[in-house]
C-alpha cells in the first residue's frame, strides 16, 4: 500500500521543447523538490530527434539520481542510456518488452481507467500501472480513473500505482493517501515558473 503521508513525483516531459531553454526549466524543477523518475514523453519520428532530447536530459536527472524512462519506444532504451519505458497500450506489450529489455529495466504500463487491464500488466511483469486521466480531459475514451479505482488498488495489490492526467491540488489531495505517485506534466509545463506551478499543484504534500 502507499504511504499515506509520501506519494512520489513522477514528471512527464511535453512532447515537444526547446532545446535552448527546457533543460534549465527541467533542472530547476528537479532541484525545487524530490522526484522520482522522469518519463520521456517525445511526439518524434526520428531516432536522432530522440538521442538529442535523451542527450539533453539524461544528464540531468542521472546526476540526481533519478531514472528516466521514454514512452513507447523500448528499442531505443538501451541505445540511449535510458532505463525503462513507460508503455501505452495497457497490458499488451508488457510480456514481450520486458523478455526484450530484462529484468533489471523498467517497464511501467498505462492502463486508462481498467482494473483488469492494470491486473493483467502486473501479471505480464510491469513494474507500475498508471491510470487516467483523473480529471476531466478531452483526450482518450472521455472515461477517468475515480478514487474508488485507486482506493481499491491500493487496499487489494501490491504493484506501485500513478495517478495521471489533468490532475488539480483538490485531486492531488483526494488522491495522496491512495497512490504511490503522481504523474505530472503538462500541469505545470505551460506556466511561466513550472517549479512554483509544481509547488502550488502539490501543496497538500507538504
Known amino acids: 500500500m502507499p504511504d499515506a503521508e509520501h506519494p512520489q513525483l513522477y514528471l512527464v516531459t511535453p512532447p515537444v521543447f526547446d532545446q535552448l531553454t527546457f533543460p534549465d526549466r527541467l533542472s530547476r524543477v528537479l532541484d525545487s523538490r524530490a ?5 520521456l ?3 518524434v519520428s526520428a ?11 539524461r544528464p540531468l536527472c542521472h546526476e540526481r539520481d533519478i531514472p528516466v524512462v521514454i514512452q513507447s519506444h523500448f528499442r531505443l532504451v538501451g541505445r540511449l542510456g535510458l532505463d525503462g519505458v513507460h508503455l501505452t497500450d495497457g497490458a ?7 523478455k526484450e529489455l530484462g529484468a533489471e529495466a523498467i517497464v511501467g504500463a ?3 481507467a ?26 482518450g475514451a472521455g472515461e477517468t480513473a475515480g478514487r474508488e479505482l ?8 501490491e504493484l506501485p500505482v ?3 492526467g489533468a490532475l488539480d491540488p483538490g485531486l492531488v489531495e483526494a488522491l495522496a493517501p491512495v497512490v504511490d505517485f503522481f504523474a505530472i506534466g503538462p500541469e505545470i509545463w505551460g506556466e511561466d515558473d513550472p517549479a512554483a506551478a509544481l509547488a502550488r499543484l502539490t501543496a497538500a504534500l507538504d
Open 41 to 43: 514523453a517525445l511526439s
Open 92 to 98: 499488451r506489450s508488457v510480456r514481450t518488452v520486458r
Open 47 to 57: 531516432e536522432d530527434e530522440a538521442a538529442r532530447a535523451a542527450d539533453l536530459l
Open 162 to 164: 500513478v495517478a495521471e
Open 35 to 39: 522526484v522520482a523518475c522522469l518519463r
Open 110 to 112: 498505462h492502463c486508462g
Open 114 to 139: 481498467s482494473r483488469h487491464s492494470g491486473l493483467n500488466a502486473g501479471e505480464a511483469g510491469a513494474d507500475y500501472v498508471s491510470f487516467g486521466p483523473v480529471g476531466d480531459s478531452p483526450l
Open 150 to 157: 485507486f482506493a481499491w488498488w491500493s487496499e487489494m495489490v
